[in-house]
């Protein structure tokens, strides 16, 4: 089994509210990667979790906050986001950091108002 | 850091016809090679992999040829039917990088 899962599927905030994303994989992996994805763009990384530490902050504004709880779930947390933060929000893992396997989820699609 | 290139842009194919998309990588410390498919709405699924120690690995009607001189990898797809319609990214990675680097996305459309 690859998958990973996220929710909600669909999100509409304002731009004052506080929403978290949800990702959770049970493949035993020990990365895991949140990423924005725009229209018609690659997929752009934002954080990398090994170990449940943060490994990588791709310099992410503060109201994006992200959060590791265990090794099967990955949170990102959202607050007084901008219009220009709507986009797709991917959760990846793999079984290590490095040069392994990706296995994406199929995204929360974000829309701020 | 990595640069990956990746064209065409947009492809069309007809059904039944081969489809082939290039990718060229800047760092020759990148050992890995995955290709996604990314239908609309949807995350991205891998595809095929390969590593710097092979130059070609196949599965069905998907190949992936890689030549470590000239730094660049391509993605095959023979007997195109309608369904590989979407967009595909390569991406590269390797050891002291972390990251996987994408490239800019094909629009394949088969046409029937």
């Known amino acids: 089994d690859t998958e990973v899962t996220q929710t909600p599927k669909h999100l509409v905030m304002g731009m004052t509210n506080k929403k978290s994303l949800k990702c959770e994989q049970h493949?035993?992996?020990?990365?895991m990667y949140w990423y924005k994805q725009k229209a018609k763009k690659p997929p752009e990384l934002m954080f990398v979790?090994?170990?449940?530490?943060?490994?990588i902050n791709e310099s992410v504004p503060s109201r994006f906050s992200p959060e590791c709880p265990n090794s099967s779930l990955l949170n990102l947390h959202l607050h007084a986001l901008q219009p220009e933060d709507s986009a797709l929000y991917l959760c990846?893992?793999?079984?290590?950091?490095?040069?392994?396997?990706?296995?994406f989820g199929p995204g929360t699609r974000l829309l701020v108002l | 850091g990595e640069n990956v290139e990746q064209h065409p842009s947009t492809l069309s194919v007809q059904e039944g016809d081969s489809a082939v998309i290039k990718c060229t990588y800047s760092?020759?410390?990148?050992?890995?090679f995955p290709w996604y498919k990314q239908e609309l709405g949807k995350g991205p699924q891998l595809i095929i992999d390969?590593?710097?120690?092979?130059g070609e690995k196949k599965d069905q009607r998907i190949a992936v040829t890689l030549n470590k001189t000239a730094k660049h990898f391509s993605l095959h797809i023979t007997e195109t039917q309608p369904e590989d319609s979407a967009v595909y990214f390569c991406?590269?990675?390797?050891?002291?990088?972390?990251?996987?680097?994408f490239g800019t996305g094909t629009r394949l459309t088969i046409i029937p």
């Open positions: 990846a893992s793999s079984l290590i950091e490095g040069s392994e396997t990706q296995y």
């Open positions: 493949m035993g992996h020990r990365a």
């Open positions: 979790y090994s170990y449940e530490k943060l490994s």
């Open positions: 760092d020759s410390a990148s050992n890995y």
């Open positions: 390969i590593r710097s120690n092979v």
């Open positions: 991406a590269a990675s390797g050891f002291g990088n972390e990251k996987l680097t």
